[in-house]
């Protein structure tokens, strides 16, 4: 019997096909109705039928799953990058010149730069990082004790003094209440906060407090106008401003001739500490410095702030924490700069643009950028430097570091890590502590024992000035008044003093502050009698601090001169030559045209 499936498949096909059209068709079915209704059907609502068949908690988990996606990008979190790691961090680069003896030392002894970095898992981003920094910190509890200093221009600033055993012991018990006795020979370490930050900053304290807790003695430099110190002159500080740097570390000097200095920057306070390391050269007394997350280049940070909208977000609350510190100083700053503007500034630059280039008396913002930057004193550097930055910062931008110049400075040693966000750098699964704080702590701690150091003692004994007098106030007497800022109460001539503040509270800027205590320094009676020579006096002084660093730059520039009129005679010879040279062969054809050489072997 033969069978259907032993057909050929074609044949089986047109059979099968014929059929079910006979079958199932009329011969004489009209077309057109069928036609009419298809077309009368929309493919979008056929579409939104069967999606209305799909239940609500697909779209949700959908949508959620799409905003993760969203919110990964635009935090720039690196959890699935730290996990696929299995949490083992990212290496720190080190970038330090190869020939660098004092590089090579500090690095093989530096056990910390030669690890990794791991930020705290559920801050697995720069943005989070910075924000859990600026919001909530953790910082340890201290208790700092002021000393108020006066400049010669009549502005205040705060010296917030932490040493061991106010970290240990709590509040001193000494007689005087200084920050520490005359003579002391620990090194101290000076602290230049950012931009609107003071002595209360989160960062601030973690660093103050680790490096008290391990013998050091900290003080914090806050910028005029800043910690509950009110502006008691016309002078305001700013990115460029290396002037209150300069006098600070000579005054501590002054007072603790025997104590090795150290500074530490962060983030402006990072770009002022290099410009003033850059301008003195080997003329600044620190033995190290550190400079944490710095700008480095004002230009390209201005750009690269105002690029992205999440860096739009920094930039704006950069600006809010400024019209903020000139809202409480409005009574000077209106009278100086552009008061509406301020105001009304949107932006950083709007900001630098009615009070920053106005108070600096720059031309163009631009300018003040430029001229502020410390990339341009990077060669300069002549002290033991160790920078940290992140190269996801969000608002000092990697683009900014000058990568070639720390590399043909011998004494820098630039350390950058993937990750860190701005001054934050968490790490372990508490994020109590900052990564950044103990390289610090380990990097002034191998420079302390390092033999070059010991050099650099022997040399700054020999060759380096006497400090000048400190600079401290004259005129006029400070007091606090109700919302806790120290205001002017007279001109009236008085000694030099100090005056220390002691703060019961771990913040220094309270309501209640206690009363503040004169601490006079000894003066001469007959300077007292003969107010006119103890003038003199300390004209001669300035007039001497501006002979000292001007001859030395005379020194160099006549050295340089010296040189550059050899190159100036090399060059005129190489580019004259072709004229010259031509010259002098045709007048030597002339010369000896009738010249035989045979008549002198005849002679």
Same mark, same amino acid.
């Given at each position: 019997?033969?069978?259907?499936?032993?057909?050929?498949?074609?044949?089986?096909?047109?059979?099968?096909?014929?059929?079910?059209?006979?079958?199932?068709?009329?011969?004489?079915?009209?077309?057109?109705? &069928?036609?009419?209704? /298809?077309?009368?059907?929309?493919?979008?609502? !056929?579409?939104?039928?069967?999606?209305?068949?799909?239940?609500?908690?697909?779209?949700?988990?959908?949508?959620?799953?799409?905003? !993760? *996606?969203?919110?990964?990008?635009?935090?720039?979190?690196?959890?699935?990058?730290?996990?696929? =790691?299995?949490?083992? #961090?990212?290496?720190?680069?080190?970038?330090?010149?190869?020939?660098?003896?004092?590089?090579?030392?500090?690095?093989?002894?530096?056990?910390?730069?030669? %690890?990794?970095?791991?930020?705290?898992?559920?801050?697995?981003?720069?943005?989070?990082?910075?924000?859990?920094?600026?919001?909530? %910190?953790?910082?340890?509890?201290?208790?700092?004790?002021?000393?108020?200093?006066?400049?010669?221009?009549? #502005?205040? *600033?705060?010296?917030?003094?932490?040493?061991?055993?106010?970290?240990?012991?709590?509040?001193?018990?000494?007689?005087?209440?200084?920050?520490?006795?005359?003579?002391?020979?620990?090194?101290?370490?000076?602290?230049?906060?950012?931009? =609107?930050?003071?002595?209360?900053?989160?960062?601030?304290?973690?660093?103050?407090?680790?490096?008290?807790?391990?013998?050091?003695? @900290?003080?914090?430099?806050?910028?005029?106008?800043?910690?509950?110190?009110?502006?008691?002159?016309?002078?305001?500080?700013?990115?460029?401003?290396?002037?209150?740097?300069?006098?600070?570390?000579?005054?501590?000097?002054?007072?603790?001739?025997?104590?090795?200095?150290?500074?530490?920057?962060?983030?402006?306070?990072?770009?002022?500490?290099?410009?003033?390391? %850059?301008?003195?050269?080997?003329?600044?007394?620190?033995?190290?410095?550190?400079?944490?997350?710095?700008?480095?280049?004002?230009?390209?940070?201005?750009?690269?702030?105002?690029?992205?909208?999440?860096?739009?977000?920094?930039?704006?609350?950069?600006?809010?924490?400024?019209?903020?510190?000139?809202?409480?100083?409005?009574?000077?700053?209106?009278?100086?700069?552009?008061?509406? %503007?301020?105001? /009304?500034?949107?932006?950083?630059?709007?900001?630098?643009?009615?009070?920053?280039?106005?108070? #600096?008396?720059?031309?163009?913002?631009?300018?003040?950028?430029?001229?502020?930057?410390?990339?341009?004193?990077?060669?300069?550097?002549?002290?033991?430097?160790?920078?940290?930055?992140?190269?996801?910062?969000?608002?000092?931008?990697?683009?900014?570091?000058?990568?070639?110049?720390?590399?043909?400075?011998?004494?820098?040693? !630039?350390?950058?890590?993937?990750?860190? #966000?701005?001054?934050?750098?968490?790490?372990? *699964?508490?994020?109590?502590?900052?990564?950044?704080?103990?390289?610090?702590?380990?990097?002034?701690?191998?420079?302390?024992?390092?033999?070059?150091?010991?050099?650099?003692?022997?040399?700054?004994?020999?060759?380096?000035?006497?400090?000048?007098?400190?600079?401290?106030?004259?005129?006029?007497?400070?007091? @606090?008044?109700?919302?806790?800022?120290?205001?002017?109460?007279?001109?009236?001539?008085?000694?030099?003093?100090?005056?220390?503040?002691?703060?019961?509270?771990?913040?220094?800027?309270? /309501?209640?502050?206690?009363?503040?205590?004169?601490?006079?320094?000894? @003066?001469?009676?007959?300077?007292?009698?003969?107010?006119?020579?103890?003038?003199?006096?300390?004209?001669?002084?300035?007039? /001497?601090?501006?002979?000292?660093?001007?001859?030395?730059?005379?020194?160099?520039?006549?050295?340089?001169?010296?040189?550059?009129?050899? !190159?100036?005679?090399?060059?005129? *010879?190489?580019?004259?030559?072709?004229?010259?040279?031509?010259?002098?062969?045709?007048? &030597?054809?002339?010369?000896?045209?009738?010249?035989?050489?045979?008549?002198?072997?005849?002679?």
């Amino acid at each position: 019997m033969l069978s259907i499936y032993s057909l050929d498949f074609p044949l089986f096909y047109f059979i099968s096909f014929s059929l079910f059209s006979l079958d199932s068709f009329p011969k004489s079915m009209d077309w057109e109705p &069928l036609a009419a209704a /298809k077309a009368s059907i929309s493919p979008y609502d !056929l579409l939104f039928q069967a999606l209305a068949l799909i239940p609500f908690s697909h779209y949700f988990f959908a949508a959620s799953f799409l905003f !993760l *996606i969203f919110l990964y990008r635009f935090l720039e979190i690196h959890f699935l990058h730290d996990l696929l =790691t299995l949490f083992r #961090g990212d290496p720190v680069t080190l970038t330090y010149n190869s020939c660098s003896d004092l590089a090579q030392s500090v690095v093989a002894n530096c056990k910390i730069l030669q %690890g990794r970095y791991l930020a705290t898992p559920w801050l697995s981003s720069p943005h989070l990082q910075t924000a859990f920094l600026s919001f909530l %910190g953790r910082p340890p509890p201290l208790t700092y004790r002021r000393h108020l200093f006066r400049a010669f221009d009549g #502005g205040t *600033i705060a010296l917030d003094w932490l040493t061991y055993t106010d970290v240990v012991g709590g509040t001193s018990c000494m007689p005087d209440s200084s920050a520490a006795p005359k003579g002391d020979k620990t090194p101290i370490v000076i602290v230049i906060p950012g931009l =609107t930050s003071d002595s209360a900053a989160a960062y601030v304290k973690h660093l103050a407090f680790n490096l008290a807790r391990q013998g050091w003695n @900290v003080v914090v430099s806050n910028h005029r106008g800043l910690g509950g110190v009110s502006l008691t002159s016309d002078c305001c500080y700013n990115a460029g401003w290396t002037e209150d740097l300069r006098k600070i570390i000579d005054h501590i000097r002054c007072e603790y001739p025997e104590a090795p200095l150290y500074a530490v920057g962060t983030s402006i306070g990072a770009n002022i500490l290099v410009k003033y390391l %850059g301008e003195d050269g080997a003329n600044t007394p620190l033995f190290g410095a550190a400079a944490i997350c710095s700008p480095w280049d004002l230009l390209i940070c201005d750009r690269f702030i105002n690029r992205r909208p999440m860096q739009k977000l920094y930039d704006r609350a950069l600006t809010v924490g400024l019209q903020g510190y000139a809202q409480l100083h409005q009574s000077i700053l209106s009278r100086l700069a552009n008061w509406e %503007g301020i105001e /009304k500034s949107s932006s950083l630059r709007d900001f630098d643009n009615h009070a920053t280039r106005v108070l #600096g008396k720059f031309e163009t913002v631009d300018t003040y950028y430029r001229r502020s930057s410390s990339t341009n004193y990077v060669e300069n550097v002549s002290v033991p430097l160790l920078c940290v930055s992140a190269l996801d910062d969000p608002v000092c931008t990697s683009e900014a570091i000058p990568w070639d110049e720390c590399r043909l400075n011998e004494n820098i040693i !630039l350390a950058t890590t993937p990750h860190g #966000g701005h001054l934050a750098f968490y790490e372990g *699964i508490t994020a109590s502590s900052i990564w950044w704080v103990r390289v610090v702590n380990e990097f002034f701690g191998v420079l302390r024992i390092s033999p070059h150091i010991e050099g650099r003692k022997k040399m700054q004994g020999s060759t380096m000035p006497k400090p000048l007098q400190s600079s401290i106030d004259q005129a006029p007497y400070l007091n @606090v008044i109700e919302d806790g800022m120290v205001t002017a109460m007279s001109n009236e001539q008085t000694d030099a003093f100090v005056e220390d503040i002691s703060d019961e509270d771990t913040t220094h800027s309270k /309501k209640d502050e206690g009363t503040i205590s004169d601490k006079g320094t000894s @003066v001469d009676l007959t300077d007292k009698l003969n107010p006119e020579k103890q003038i003199k006096q300390q004209v001669e002084q300035n007039v /001497k601090d501006l002979i000292v660093p001007v001859q030395g730059r005379i020194d160099k520039l006549s050295r340089r001169s010296r040189q550059s009129i050899w !190159l100036l005679v090399y060059i005129s *010879i190489i580019t004259t030559w072709p004229f010259v040279g031509s010259v002098l062969l045709s007048v &030597l054809k002339r010369r000896f045209k009738t010249f035989k050489p045979g008549t002198l072997f005849r002679k």
